[in-house]
């Protein structure tokens, strides 16, 4: 670790997402000068933003290719890049009848994308975005969404997070039965709603802290994530686990506190 600095990228499009309340976390936690700077894709050039339309997933059973964009996409992105609220105007997960009308980006593409933006290495940079992030898995041969790739620079994906961790099997089962009759899915949302994020969930800043400080003791510990349920560095595989881990214990396990004391 040799990073004195953290820049935190916003993402505009979530008004939920408190990032005076970021700050003061990372502030009282951490030494490192805590720096908060506007949504990193605006600023992107017209030569990055030909590479991020072309780091698009949309056939999830094969390894990364890079993917071909029509001109009327690559319109598409370059507003995406300027007004990332538009994001809300494409197909969700749960709305989707197939996986590929989802915009979902290659996370080790997007990332290349923005290694420019390490001059030095006493800076870490996380970047917030609504874009889904995906990564490829060689044991199963597919892509799965991710709410985190965690280096540097590192990005946290809003919608990864409320997408990646499964929600209730139960949940699953009774929006195909609604489905079935015709019927909304909303009932089942109301339903189970204390066990997974939604969109414009305000319980959000508080599972972003989380997945922060998976990245920032990634980058200082060289170690992802932790095994210990009561640790706010667990990767949560499902909803359930991810709320109890952020939400209802909400701290670090010993020995990554103890990691934490010694930094300061
Ligand atoms: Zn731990």
Request: aromatic content about 10%; glycine content about 2%.
């Amino acid at each position: 670790m040799n990073f004195k600095k953290i820049t935190l990228y916003k993402e505009p499009a979530l008004p939920e997402i408190d990032i005076k309340r970021l700050t003061d976390f990372l502030e009282e936690n951490f030494p490192f000068k805590i720096e908060i700077k506007d949504n990193i894709f605006k600023e992107l050039n017209i030569e990055n933003i030909n590479k991020l339309s072309k780091s698009r997933v949309t056939d999830i059973k094969n390894s990364f290719s890079v993917y071909k964009t029509s001109d009327i996409e690559f319109e598409f992105e370059k507003k995406l890049c300027q007004d990332s609220s538009l994001m809300n105007s494409t197909t969700k997960v749960e709305d989707a009848q197939e996986i590929s009308q989802v915009f979902m980006y290659d996370g080790f593409e997007l990332q290349k994308i923005f290694r420019y933006l390490n001059e030095n290495d006493e800076t870490l940079h996380i970047i917030l975005t609504n874009r889904l992030t995906c990564t490829f898995d060689e044991k199963d041969e597919r892509y799965h969404a991710r709410a985190v790739i965690c280096a540097n620079p590192a990005i946290i994906s809003t919608t990864g997070i409320i997408e990646a961790p499964a929600k209730p099997k139960e949940y699953y089962f009774e929006v195909m039965a609604l489905k079935a009759q015709g019927l909304d899915k909303k009932s089942a949302k109301e339903k189970y709603k204390e066990q997974f994020l939604d969109y414009n969930d305000e319980r959000l800043t508080k599972v972003v802290e989380g997945y922060i400080l998976q990245v920032i003791f990634y980058n200082i510990t060289g170690e992802s994530f932790c095994e210990d349920i009561e640790c706010r560095l667990n990767n949560a595989h499902w909803q359930k686990d991810l709320l109890f881990s952020q939400l209802e214990i909400s701290k670090l396990c010993q020995k990554h506190n103890e990691i934490l004391s010694n930094l300061n």
